[in-house]
Nanobody
Framework: QVQLVESGGGLVQTGGSLSLSCVASGLTFSNYKMAWFRQAPGKEREVVAAIGWSGASTSYSNVVKGRFTISRDNAKNTVYLQMSSLKPEDTAVYYC?????????????WGQGTQVTVSS
């Protein structure tokens, strides 16, 4: 079955950096668009960044643009999220997701999430 396993979360001070990884199995990784979402307590889940199947196209939410970078390595079935200049409002559970690139805004597979906490 399809599995997405995130890692790299943790506690960091304001202004610090963290790098998240998500390893996929059970699917043809290079056929899927990938994205990172996050959900803070009491808030709705929001998309943070997305990347096309080849890695050539990326998009970011306005609140993280310029601070976060999404990338992928199809040979390693892995998608990354490099986060810098972190702020307390970036505190959330971060999830990676995989979706059929033919369907916009739809993601079919989700990881279990990794906690990111930014202290002030």
């Amino acid at each position: 079955q399809v599995q997405l396993v995130e890692s790299g979360g943790g506690l960091v001070q304001t202004g610090g950096s963290l790098s998240l990884s998500c390893v996929a199995s059970g699917l043809t990784f290079s056929n899927y668009k990938m994205a990172w979402f996050r959900q803070a307590p009491g808030k709705e889940r929001e998309v943070v960044a997305a990347i096309g199947w080849s890695g050539a196209s990326t998009s970011y939410s306005n609140v993280v643009k310029g601070r976060f970078t999404i990338s992928r390595d199809n040979a390693k079935n892995t998608v990354y999220l490099q986060m810098s200049s972190l702020k307390p409002e970036d505190t959330a559970v971060y999830y990676c997701a995989a979706g059929n690139p033919n369907f916009a805004h739809r993601y079919d597979y989700w990881g279990q999430g990794t906690q990111v906490t930014v202290s002030s």
